[in-house]
Structures are given as structure tokens and as C-alpha cells.
């Protein structure tokens, strides 16, 4: 889409000289997400410094759906195309034909201050990724020895406990919208879903900081999570399991660096000239990255049921012996739909 508005810009630019070619048009800085018309429209603007661009984002009735504003004798003229609902397209346009010079520029400026924005975080999380890369031999050491503990069997096999609990996905297929369309969330911010299939988030809402060299793996994965380090930050881990019984059995001999991505909500506040803001995201993303550099040997998780709605789980080894240590029985769970992770992500902690 970019590259045909880009195209169209062009087009539509003044003819140049006939010994000169025109600049090529990218409207690739920012996005920036707007709502004009009451509907959502995720805006760039243009490597010519003054025009605009918006594209209708996902769940948008005028979709597919773009918009140019573009600069013509000291005034800009809007002009749009697209093939979805006319209602919806119109009522954006009448917003946008009343947007002054100076409203249209502070748009433009945002954007702008946006592609800055997510150029200083990207340039954060490289430095931490580079510099925690050279010390992750040390944490590795220390994780070993914690994880010998956590190995340690609290109990004997129960009969059968590859069936004991409940099977989860069964519980899910009996909601509306099926396994595809529930997720399981822990009060700690953690959201698993089960099926099959990376569940890729909106990247004009989210930036994606960070991908793990096996994401072209993502879609194989059996299971899936994010997790929600803060209201801002989300981390996504693949898992390759077997299901056994009502037990998921997980590899996660793949340190999770190399299965995991890290994003950042596009919306939240950030300033990258205050020194307490990017003091935060080093914080937050040196925990992000020290998590990443773990791999554990194979175990099985089951689900019970500790009241109607609400489940917890046990943590056991491949031969069935119960890793209370590992578990954390005071954790639960909820299955919800499948809608907003940013709320869904919150919600349950609150």
C-alpha cells in the first residue's frame, strides 16, 4: 500500500524539467495512529517534508482505504482511494477537509517524532543487547545451579498423571470462538494460547524491538505466550510441545533468545531526552534480555480446575514426578476471548 501511494504521489507531483527525473516519493516515516471520522488511520509522512499519508488500519469499515494530503498554491488538497465502506471513507474525508495548514504540519511533526522516538529505543535495546550478550555466560552458570534445585521431585508419580487435571483445550473448544479464539491468562500478566500458529500483533500499535533468529519457526510452534512485563511491554515465546494425555510437554532447549520477540507499545508515553524515561526502558529491557538467554530441560504442565473459571497448574519432569518447587500453585488462570491484549494483559492483574 505504502508503495502505491508513493507511486501516486509521484505521479502527481509537478512535471520536472525534461533533462531531470523526479525524487522518488517514500511516505515511510512515522506511523502515527489517528482517528478521523471516527474510525482508525495509521499515518506516515513523506520524504518530501509536507505530504501526508493515511491508511486505513485493521477493523476500519472504509478498508482498504488511503488518503494524501498533499501541498498545492500555499493550501493542501486531500484526495483518497479505496474500495470499502463509502460511509466510513466520507466521514474521514469531511475531517480531514477541515484541518488547518498548521494541523496538517503538526501531523507531519508527529510523525517525524515518532520515527525518533522508535529509533532511540531501538538504539537502547541494541546496547543492551550487545553489552548483556558478553555477560550471559555468567548468568547461564547461576541459572544451573538454581535450576538443579527446581529439578528436585517433590512427591511421588500420581497414577496416571499424564490424565490427571483437566485438558484445557477441550474446556476452550466449548466457548464461543473455540481454542482459536480464547487465551489462557495468568494474574501475572502471562497469556497462553494454544492451536498452532504465531499470533502476530498490530506493528503500526506495537513496535517490534527485538525478533529471535528462529522466527521463521514461529508458526510451528504448538503453543504460544506473551507476557506482559509492564502495561507497555509485551514478550512473545514459541513452544514446541507434545501434548500427552491432558500434560503439554515443552522443548525449551532453544534459549528463548532464539524464539522470542520483544515489542513496546507505540502509544505510551515515552521522552528520549529525559534521562528517568530511558532510565526505565534499560531496566525493563535488561530483564527482558537476561530472560532471553535461558533454555530448561523438557517438562510437562497440567491444569486443574481450583474453582468454577479459574485453574492453576503443577509443573512435572518427563517421568511424571511433581516439580512443586518449579510450580507455582498460587498462580491462576483465567480463560478469556481473544481480543485486546493490550487489556487483556491488564485487566486480570487489577
Known amino acids: 500500500m505504502i508503495q502505491i501511494v508513493s507511486a501516486l504521489l509521484l505521479a502527481t507531483s509537478a512535471l520536472p524539467a525534461e533533462d531531470t527525473k523526479p525524487a522518488p516519493v517514500k511516505c515511510e516515516v512515522g506511523p502515527v495512529s489517528k482517528q478521523f471520522g471516527g ?8 520524504s518530501d517534508q509536507a ?14 482505504f488511503f488518503f494524501i494530503l498533499q501541498p498545492k498554491d500555499g493550501k493542501y488538497i486531500v484526495r483518497g482511494e479505496g474500495n470499502g465502506s463509502k460511509e466510513a471513507s466520507k466521514a474521514a474525508l469531511d475531517e480531514l477537509s477541515e484541518l488547518t495548514t498548521d494541523q496538517i504540519k503538526a501531523l507531519l511533526n508527529g510523525t517525524v517524532q515518532a520515527e525518533f522516538t522508535e529509533s532511540k529505543l531501538r538504539e537502547i535495546w541494541t546496547g543492551i543487547d550487545g553489552k548483556l550478550d558478553e555477560e550471559s555466560e555468567t548468568w547461564v552458570e547461576e541459572y544451573k545451579k538454581d535450576e538443579l534445585s527446581l529439578m528436585e521431585p517433590t512427591g511421588p ?5 499424564p490424565n490427571v487435571g483437566v485438558d484445557i483445550e477441550a474446556v476452550m473448544s466449548k466457548l464461543p470462538g ?3 479464539g480464547n487465551v489462557l491468562i495468568s494474574e501475572e500478566g502471562g497469556m497462553y494460547f494454544f492451536g498452532g500458529g504465531y499470533k502476530k500483533l498490530d506493528e503500526t500499535k506495537w513496535q517490534l524491538l527485538y525478533t529471535g533468529k528462529r522466527r521463521s519457526k514461529l508458526s510451528k510452534f504448538q503453543r504460544g505466550s506473551f507476557y506482559s512485563l509492564t502495561n ?9 510441545s507434545r501434548k500427552v494425555g491432558n500434560a503439554y510437554c515443552w522443548d525449551y532447549s532453544w534459549p528463548a533468545k532464539e524464539v522470542a520477540k520483544f515489542y513496546r507499545r507505540k502509544d505510551a508515553p515515552f521522552d528520549p531526552n529525559d534521562p528517568a524515561d530511558v532510565e526505565i526502558e534499560k531496566t525493563v529491557m535488561t530483564y527482558a534480555r537476561r530472560g532471553m538467554v535461558m533454555g530448561t530441560p523438557e517438562l510437562c504442565e497440567v491444569f486443574f480446575e481450583a474453582e468454577e473459571g479459574t485453574y492453576t497448574s503443577t509443573i512435572f519432569n518427563t517421568d511424571g514426578e511433581p516439580l512443586e518447587k518449579w510450580s507455582n500453585r498460587k498462580k491462576r488462570y483465567k480463560i478469556v476471548p481473544r481480543t485486546n491484549l493490550r487489556k487483556l494483559t491488564t485487566d486480570f492483574r487489577n
Open 39 to 46: 474510525t482508525d488511520w495509521t499515518v506516515y509522512s513523506c
Open 51 to 64: 505530504s501526508v499519508v493515511l491508511i486505513s488500519s485493521k477493523g476500519n469499515p472504509a478498508s482498504p
Open 157 to 161: 508419580i500420581p497414577k496416571n498423571w
Open 178 to 180: 473455540g481454542v482459536a
Open 232 to 240: 507497555t511491554h509485551l514478550i512473545y515465546s514459541g513452544e514446541i
